[in-house]
Structure formats: structure tokens, C-alpha cells
């Protein structure tokens, strides 16, 4: 089954204590990317892949890391978590979009950092 | 840059009406891409359609269709007969065809159907 996995669903953290998302997708899409939703702003992307070893900043990347060491892997890192940083968050993979196909998402990491 | 509007923050309409949920977007390319996305109760994001800007013609798939008019930068989604399973947040989405193919969401309208 085509899926994006994303893991843990829910995380509970401390203010500064390091934590990784992983997400990982079987499609072999070359482009994967990390949104936060956030209430009455939608989702906004934090960081993008359009294949491996090749990463960049999206709309909101301010306290977050990512690395594509993997075609099929695309972590998001939070090297000292705030509590701004309390947001759903969702990892999506797709082909290029000349191929005219749609984005598919993980199943959400909801993290609250106290 | 691109934007996308859903002016709709929350509707509410009795099981069984037609809603329709509006979508207006921005963007200089001429080349783009605009989706629909379900989000219901459990959070996941559920793809409902992708329209290329190329491609005017309306869609219907049971009871959803879409209208897609470019000359008002609109992609409004309509549910007949509404049904309670309906209720979920639903964005629209904008996706341009070149570098960063990111997917620029509207901020949602979250549609509740009373029984």
C-alpha cells in the first residue's frame, strides 16, 4: 500500500530537549516536505526535498532541521524545542509536479512542548 | 508570491442541504496546480481532487463537484445532500509547476453537518 509514514503520532517534550519526526514513504517520490498546522493559519511548510541530499528552507523553517540522506527518508529534527513549536505537524511526498499528480500525507505528529 | 483565500471559517448546515465551500486564489504563473484536502475529526489529509490550470472543466464525483473558473481565480467546492460524515475541515491548496513545488494552503473552513 502506497502510504507516508510519520512517527510518533503524539509527542509530549520538554522546552530544549532534542527530538526527531521520522516520515518515511514507499512511492519513490523525489520531493518530500514538512508543514505545521497551526489554528487560522493553515498548514505552512517548514522545510523541502526535490531529491536526495538536496534540502531548503520553506516558509517557516526558523528551529528546525531536516537531512535526505534517503530517497524514501525525510526526518525533521528539533534541536532545542520551544513551545512555539507546539503544532500539528505533517510530512507529504509527491512526484514533481510536471507529472501532475497529488501530494500524499502522513498521518499528522501532534507535539506539545511544556 | 501565491495565496490562497477560504473566506469561510466555519459553516454549519443541516444534514441533507447543499453547501458549498469557496476558494479563491492568487498567482501570476500561468501554470499551477489546485487541490482539495479533507481533514476530518482523526487529522489525516485526505486528497479529493487536483485540477491544472489548463483544465476549466467542471468536475462531479457523487455527490462533490467543483467549479473551477479562472477569470475569477475561483476552485469552489459544493456537497449535495449533505450527510454528518461530511464534517471535517477542508482546505484548498495551490501548487505552482516550478522550483520549490510547495502546496500553499488556504487557512481552511471547517464544515459541521447537524443531524
Known amino acids: 500500500e502506497a502510504q507516508v509514514t510519520q512517527n510518533p503520532r503524539y509527542l509530549i517534550t520538554v522546552t530544549g530537549k532534542k527530538l526527531t519526526v521520522t516520515c518515511s514513504q514507499n512511492m519513490n517520490h523525489e520531493y518530500m516536505s514538512w508543514y505545521r498546522q497551526d489554528p487560522g493559519l493553515g498548514l505552512r511548510q517548514i522545510y523541502y526535498?526535490?531529491?536526495?541530499?538536496?534540502?531548503d528552507k520553506g516558509d517557516v523553517p526558523e528551529g528546525y532541521k531536516v537531512s535526505r540522506k534517503e530517497k524514501r527518508n525525510f526526518p525533521l529534527i528539533l534541536e532545542s524545542p520551544s513551545p512555539n513549536q507546539t503544532s500539528l505537524y505533517f510530512c507529504?511526498?509527491?512526484?514533481?509536479?510536471?507529472?501532475?499528480?497529488?501530494?500524499?500525507f502522513g498521518q499528522g505528529t501532534r507535539l506539545t512542548v511544556v | 508570491a501565491q495565496k490562497v483565500t477560504q473566506a469561510q471559517t466555519e459553516i454549519s448546515v443541516v444534514e441533507k442541504e447543499d453547501v458549498t465551500l469557496d476558494c479563491v486564489y492568487e498567482?501570476?504563473?500561468?501554470?499551477?496546480?489546485l487541490f482539495w484536502y479533507k481533514q476530518p475529526p482523526s487529522g489525516e489529509l485526505v486528497f479529493l481532487i487536483r485540477?491544472?490550470?489548463?483544465?476549466?472543466q467542471n468536475e462531479i464525483s457523487g455527490r462533490y463537484s467543483w467549479n473551477f473558473q479562472k477569470s475569477t481565480s475561483s476552485f469552489n467546492f459544493t456537497i449535495t445532500a449533505s450527510q454528518v460524515v461530511d464534517s471535517a475541515v477542508y482546505f484548498c491548496a495551490l501548487r505552482l509547476n516550478f522550483g520549490n513545488e510547495k502546496l500553499t494552503f488556504g487557512t481552511g473552513t471547517r464544515l459541521t453537518i447537524i443531524p
Open positions: 485540477r491544472n490550470s489548463f483544465d476549466e
Open positions: 526535498s526535490m531529491n536526495v541530499e538536496v534540502t
Open positions: 507529504a511526498s509527491s512526484l514533481l509536479s510536471r507529472l501532475n499528480t497529488e501530494a500524499f
Open positions: 498567482t501570476r504563473d500561468t501554470t499551477y496546480y
